[in-house]
C-alpha cells in the first residue's frame, strides 16, 4: 500500500479474523438471549387432580366461565364476596421473573402468603367454573406467554371470560369534571363475540387498555372468546372497601353459577383491604 509520501507498506487482511471475532460474539449475544428468555418464561403450575385432567387425552380442561381479577381491589373483592366460602380450591398458579416481579421467579413452587402472585382456583361442585387472581405485575415480553398458557389449558367452545381489573383515575381521559362522590366508576369492554349487555357504559374514546385485561380481551376477540372486561378506575392508590364494593353487579350474570356474597360486612371488605395494606408496606 503507498501512502501519500511514496512509501510502501506491507499490510496483511484481517478479514478472517474479524470474521471469527463476529462468530463468537454472535454466540455470545445468543447464548445471552436464551438465558433472558428462559429467566422471563411464564411457568404455569396445576395441582394433582387437574394435570391428571390435561393428562387423560384431551389436554385441554373444560370451562364454562373464567373470572380473571386483576389488581388488588378486584381480587380483594373476589376473596371477600366469592373465595370467602369453603367451595372454592386452589388448583394452581403461574410463577414468573421480570423487574418489577422478582419474589415469583421460583418454579414449581406456590406463592409465600402476602407474595405478589397469579393463583388459580376451581368451583368444588362446579368444576366447570375458574377464578384467577392475579395481584402480580406481568410484563409487556410476558403478556403473550400468559395468554397462550393459560387459555391452552382450556376448551375455548364453550368458553365465557370476565375480566375485573384495577385502573388509576390519573389514566382516565375526560373533557368533563368529576365530582369525588361519582369515583370509584366502572367501564367496560367487550369482545365481538360477547352477545350480553354490559351493566356499565363503554370505555370511551381516546382511553385504552393495557397490560394483563388488554391481552386477555385481545386473545379472546382473536379467537372468537366471548368476554367482557370491567375496568374500575378509581383515586385511592392502596385497596380499599368502597373501591371493592364497586364490582358487585358485574357478577350479578353469573349469580347461577357463583354464589355471591350479597352484603359482606364492612369488617370484613376492610380485613382484606388491611391485609394488602400491610404486606405493602415499605417497613414489614
Known amino acids: 500500500m503507498a501512502t501519500f509520501f511514496g512509501e510502501v507498506l506491507s499490510v496483511y487482511s484481517r478479514a478472517v479474523e474479524e470474521c471469527d471475532e463476529d462468530l463468537d460474539e454472535n454466540e455470545e449475544d445468543e447464548q445471552i438471549h436464551r438465558e433472558i428468555e428462559e429467566n422471563r418464561e411464564v ?39 366469592v373465595l370467602n366460602a369453603e367451595s372454592w380450591d386452589a388448583v394452581g398458579c403461574a410463577s414468573l421473573w421480570n423487574e418489577r416481579s422478582r419474589g415469583s421467579s421460583r418454579q414449581s413452587s406456590a406463592p409465600l402468603p402476602g407474595e405478589p ?3 388459580f382456583y376451581r ?3 362446579n368444576p366447570a367454573v375458574l377464578i384467577c387472581q392475579s395481584t402480580c405485575y406481568i410484563a409487556e415480553d410476558q403478556l403473550f406467554q400468559w395468554t397462550e398458557k393459560v387459555f391452552g389449558c382450556l376448551q375455548n367452545r364453550g368458553l365465557n371470560v370476565m375480566v375485573l381489573s384495577d385502573s388509576p383515575m390519573a389514566e382516565y381521559k375526560t373533557s368533563e369534571y368529576l365530582y369525588g362522590s361519582t369515583i370509584p366508576f366502572i367501564r367496560s369492554l367487550k369482545s365481538s363475540a360477547y352477545k350480553c349487555q354490559a351493566f356499565c357504559p363503554a370505555v370511551e374514546q381516546p382511553n385504552i387498555l393495557t397490560g394483563l385485561p388488554a391481552a386477555v380481551l385481545s386473545h379472546c ?13 378509581s383515586d385511592v392508590i392502596s385497596p380499599d372497601s368502597v373501591t371493592m364494593e364497586t364490582y358487585k353487579p358485574a357478577l350479578t350474570s353469573l349469580s347461577k353459577l357463583v354464589k355471591l356474597e350479597s352484603c359482606p360486612s364492612a369488617d370484613v371488605l376492610r380485613k382484606f383491604a388491611k391485609i394488602s395494606e400491610t404486606q405493602s408496606n415499605l417497613y414489614t
Open 43 to 81: 411457568h404455569i403450575e396445576w395441582g394433582p387432580e387437574v394435570t391428571q385432567s390435561l393428562g387423560s387425552g384431551s389436554n385441554t380442561l373444560q370451562c364454562s366461565d373464567l373470572i380473571i381479577a386483576v389488581g388488588q381491589n378486584a381480587a380483594g373483592f373476589l376473596s371477600a364476596c
Open 123 to 125: 368451583h368444588r361442585d
Open 221 to 233: 376477540q382473536v379467537h372468537q372468546i366471548p368476554a367482557v372486561l370491567y375496568q374500575c378506575y
Open 117 to 119: 402472585a397469579c393463583l
